[in-house]
Every structure is written in structure tokens, then in C-alpha cells.
């Protein structure tokens, strides 16, 4: 009997032991937090598709894509479209887009709608649409001084009839240099694409401070080893005397003249004209 009864405890033991253990692995991971409290992540659950590794997906970096042109002062968000001075006169346009040229009309059947007999096939040429065009690279020019200095050491002459200027063109934007004419800014062409010099404004023999009386359409001639060259006013205004954007090489021939503000030292005045065709 005891035998017995020890058997029958030991089974209430084990029984009692194999409850309490699921008891104890029945976690409850019921929160009160609100259901949203954490968005999902997945790709899937936030745009209701699946990721396509291989090529465009219902949402991605939606950065704008800057025209030609154009720079930029942000790495992303709002662009600031502001004109790169030195490309205006840059970019030539083909007759089409992305190699395809422009045709004549395209000539299409279409049945007579004339009485008697059987029908008969006359033409018709609808309009086309213009392809829009798009912007071809240009090589910016360069043309060094090498070979290019007369006896005296200057590189050429500028004339700028309308102001009764006429000066010599001496290498680099020294003191010394427009002492003697105007200088050349010597990171910039001589000859070919934007030629860039600059001068006195007042307080010297030679000074140029009346260019900021020319008006657009007036006229400037740069002589030297090559030829002579004739430009036409485009550009008159105020820059800052920190603002170098004007003298990047360009494609286009241009002559590009700076001189300092009277009063303004912070301040310079620009002057930029491009050959005239």
C-alpha cells in the first residue's frame, strides 16, 4: 500500500511540475501602447509593393535635376537657379533630339471619301511635332602668351572707342602692369575664348573707372600677334570684389574688363562683351 502511494505522489509531482513549466513559457507580450506607436520600416508595408533591386521603385531620392547651366549652393532640397555667367554664350543647339535629325512631313494613306466607284487612296501630312533640342558640349578656349609679347613686352592693345580708351595690355593683374595699361588676369586666354584684364579706376596715368558709363551694344577691339578681334557690350554692372565667376573660360570670344568702385572698396565694376558676329 505504501508502495503505492508513493507512486501515485510522485505522478501528482510530475504533473504539477509539467504545468507549472508551460505556465511559465507562456509569455504575454500584450502592450498598452498605442498600435502605431512604432511605423514599420519594411518597404513592402510602407509603399504597398516590393523592392525592385534592379531598377526604378515606387519612392526614391526625388532630388531635382538641374538644367544646363545652372548651379547649385545646396546638397539637396531647394536648388538656388542661378545662371552660371561664363555659359551664356556657350551652348549651340542641334536640329534634334538624342541623333534624330529632322525630316519632311510624314505622308499618310487614308481612304477617299469622294461618291461613285470604289474608294480611293489620297495623302494627307499632318504636322509633326518640333523634337526639342538639346544643349551640345563646347570645348572651352584657351590660347596661352607664349610667342605672343611685342618688343615692348606688351601682348596686344585694347580700344574702346566711345570712352577714347586705348591701351596696351601688359601680363598679369600687378600694380606694376597697370602702371603701364591694363592688366592681364594670367589664369585667363589671351587670344581665343574669355580674355580677362583689369586697371585703374582712378589716381594713376592709365585708368579705365568710365567703363561703367558703357552701354550695351557698344563696341571694344582687342589687337595683338593674332589679328584684331571686335566685341559688342552685353554686360555692365556691380560685383563684388570676391566675385571671380566671371573670368572662367568660355567656348565663345569674349573680352572681359573689371576695375575697382571709387569709395567702394568691396566693390568692383564688370564689364564683359562678346565678339561681334
Not at 505522478?11 to 508551460?22: H, P
Not at 568702385?261 to 564683359?272: F, I, K, M, N, Y
Amino acid at each position: 500500500m505504501k508502495h503505492i502511494l508513493s507512486m501515485a505522489l510522485a505522478v501528482a509531482a510530475m504533473t504539477s511540475l509539467m504545468v507549472t513549466g508551460a505556465q511559465a513559457a507562456d509569455y504575454n507580450f500584450t502592450t498598452t501602447a498605442p498600435q502605431d506607436y512604432y511605423n514599420s520600416s519594411s518597404y513592402e508595408d510602407v509603399y504597398g509593393s516590393l523592392y525592385n533591386y534592379g531598377g526604378k521603385n515606387v519612392v526614391d531620392y526625388q532630388v531635382p535635376e538641374l538644367e544646363y547651366g545652372v548651379q547649385s549652393t545646396t546638397m539637396t532640397g531647394v536648388m538656388e537657379r542661378t545662371i552660371l555667367p561664363g555659359l551664356q554664350q556657350t551652348v549651340a543647339t542641334g536640329g534634334g533630339g538624342y541623333g534624330v535629325s529632322g525630316g519632311g512631313p510624314i505622308t499618310v494613306l487614308t481612304e477617299a471619301t469622294g461618291t461613285g466607284g470604289s474608294g480611293s487612296a489620297s495623302t494627307t501630312t499632318p504636322t509633326v511635332p518640333t523634337l526639342p533640342t538639346t544643349p551640345s558640349y563646347q570645348q572651352p578656349a584657351y590660347t596661352s602668351i607664349e610667342g605672343m609679347a611685342y618688343k615692348d613686352g606688351s601682348i596686344g592693345t585694347v580700344k574702346i572707342p566711345s570712352l577714347k580708351i586705348n591701351m596696351k595690355v601688359w601680363e598679369g593683374e600687378t600694380a606694376e602692369s597697370m602702371k603701364k595699361g591694363l592688366g592681364h588676369y594670367s589664369s585667363t586666354s589671351a587670344w581665343n575664348g574669355n580674355v580677362s584684364v583689369c586697371g585703374h579706376n582712378r589716381g594713376s596715368k592709365y585708368v579705365i573707372g568710365s567703363i561703367k558709363d558703357l552701354k550695351q551694344g557698344d563696341t571694344i577691339t582687342y589687337t595683338t600677334i593674332y589679328g584684331t578681334r571686335t566685341y559688342q557690350v552685353t554686360t555692365v554692372q556691380i560685383i563684388s570684389n570676391t566675385d571671380w565667376s566671371y573670368l572662367q573660360s568660355t567656348a565663345d570670344n569674349r573680352i572681359t574688363i573689371t576695375t575697382c568702385l571709387a569709395d567702394h572698396p568691396e566693390s568692383r565694376v564688370l564689364v564683359q562683351a562678346v565678339e561681334k558676329k
